[in-house]
């Protein structure tokens, strides 16, 4: 398979813009229509297969947010590899959100079973398995190393937390070293670190290792934009966390590249309240509208 | 249900000294009269199944690593929960070693699919789920909170990273704040505040909200153990890691409390090889070796 980096940008193109749906699908927000007449799992599953076809020629990938499908237990995990394998029979790439790290030989079994394609294990995944993973960042080097082997192996992509959306973050995030930084450039420098080299980089100039930087700390963007030249940032937080689109242009480099903007509840509930009957139209303006919004941004 | 911590103090006085047993079952390694005519799951189940009659009754707890099983996705799932429950007929106590960690509304959502008893969901876990989790802390607060509040209610404890036993972690842990600390005394002090307050504490004075401190990391326990006389630590790094009993006597307190010693290649495959017949007996001794070590240190 091509080099992540790659296939995001050449998706992004193809799409109309650097779009990421993020689906957490929450029992109580289906429409009722949805959930009328079927279990938890079973309405999820029929609700973000939906969504899949309503945002699949706007996104340049979806994020599925994995605590959603595991508070459901092996049911859960079951319906959500089915989704992922049904995102890319649609031609959808796909981020698994589970914020997964350890230290190097648990990691390897993480990059196992959230990352390979799981040809090995039945292919659980089908069709290749999710494109990329976001992971922690606090084991450095060691706790890094086996996603990043099976990236490379595999063309897939790994986003690693570096500044987080919610206000809690700045307690650890936003402290202050001895050299100047913020914990969070901090992160940022290893994370650059471990992520370069020719056998981690695309053509783009991009490296499979990319970061989360939240669109609500948009005062620290630029400075983790030039800490980071080659990480392509995962963005959430525009919409219902409040951030919009000037928050995120700090995220681009000077080319209007380098940044996927993730939005999950402004879309996928765009509908509002549960009694809605006709729910889909809703969903499919909304990722309109953020497509027109950071296109606008970007010129 | 009690307190977590004065459960974890009652489970330790029982069983006769502050040991957990880590269980990360990898296929390569099961002894070959376990492995034979079984599939990979199954193999595993018999062997972990084996593995807690053998120590349970040395054993205050035991250490699940969630990614062993994660890797032969829902199966493998659905195998960690039957083996939950299993642990909890044998009255042993139950660490999940997940590391999860996200924004607020994520978390809750983890705290209900990795620590609530699952009663909701069909009981998944069985004799009501895991004692406790391992958490991330980089979200601070609001990624805290709502694990807090389901240990709060259900009796239940969090071990939040903050010294990670691997060498790779001293890349951001190690780094100087302005204020002298490293930035994992800054984690620990971040973990000490949100874990004080009477709702999370026990008759034992010590919290629901644990911290993991790597027994390789002995150079700086005793500067956590004092920011952090609250928390209980989870030593991990005893044995395979290369820590012995010396390096994990500053993780306790001046009365030989409040940590909780874990090791686990060293213990589950003491047996060495494959190929061995009789491998149960060198299971049994490792933890009891290792017992009379960390006896050994706290007099």
Same mark, same amino acid.
């Given at each position: ?38 279990? %938890? ?7 973000? /297969?939906?969504? @899949?076809?309503? =945002?699949?020629?706007?996104? #340049? ?16 995990? $079951? ?7 049904? %995102? ?9 959100? $589970? ?6 030989? /648990? *990691?390897?079994?993480? #990059? ?47 986003? *690693? ?12 995030? /936003? ?8 914990? %969070?450039?901090?992160?940022? &420098? =290893? ?6 080299? $020719? ?9 499979? @290792?990319? %970061? ?17 030249? &080659? ?64 296109? $606008?941004?970007?010129?």
């Amino acid at each position: 398979m091509a080099h992540f980096a790659d296939r995001l940008f050449a998706a992004i193109e193809k799409k109309g813009g650097p779009i990421c749906v993020g689906i957490d699908p929450v029992l109580e927000k289906l429409p009722d229509v949805v959930r009328e007449g079927r279990g %938890a799992v079973d309405a999820i599953e029929v609700f973000c /297969s939906r969504v @899949l076809e309503l =945002v699949g020629d706007r996104a #340049a990938m979806v994020k599925f947010q994995s605590a959603c499908f595991e508070r459901y237990f092996s049911e859960g995990l $079951a319906c959500l590899h089915r989704l992922i394998g049904r %995102a890319r029979e649609l031609d959808v790439m796909v981020i698994l959100d $589970a914020k997964r790290g350890d230290i190097g030989s /648990s *990691a390897a079994h993480y #990059a196992a079973g959230c990352l390979a394609d799981g040809e090995a294990f039945g292919g659980a995944f089908g069709q290749g398995g999710p494109d990329a993973l976001t992971v922690n960042g606090y084991f450095g080097l060691d706790g890094l190393a086996p996603f990043m082997k099976v990236g490379a192996s595999e063309g897939k992509g790994l986003f *690693a937390l570096v500044r987080t959306s919610n206000p809690g973050g700045d307690a650890i995030q /936003s402290l202050k070293l001895t050299d100047g930084r913020s914990v %969070a450039e901090a992160m940022g &420098g =290893v994370v650059a670190e471990i992520g370069s080299g $020719a056998e981690y980089e695309g053509e783009c100039g991009y490296s499979l @290792l990319g %970061a989360v930087v939240g669109a609500t700390k948009s005062e620290d963007a630029a400075a983790l934009r030039e800490i980071m030249k &080659g990480q392509i940032f995962l963005v959430p937080g525009f919409g219902a966390q409040g951030a919009g689109a000037d928050d995120v242009r700090a995220c681009f480099d000077g080319d209007g590249r380098g940044a996927l903007v993730t939005a999950s509840r402004s879309i996928t509930y765009a509908y509002g309240e549960p009694v809605v009957k006709e729910w889909e139209a809703s969903v499919k303006k909304a990722v309109e509208e953020m497509q027109d919004e950071i296109a $606008a941004i970007l010129g």
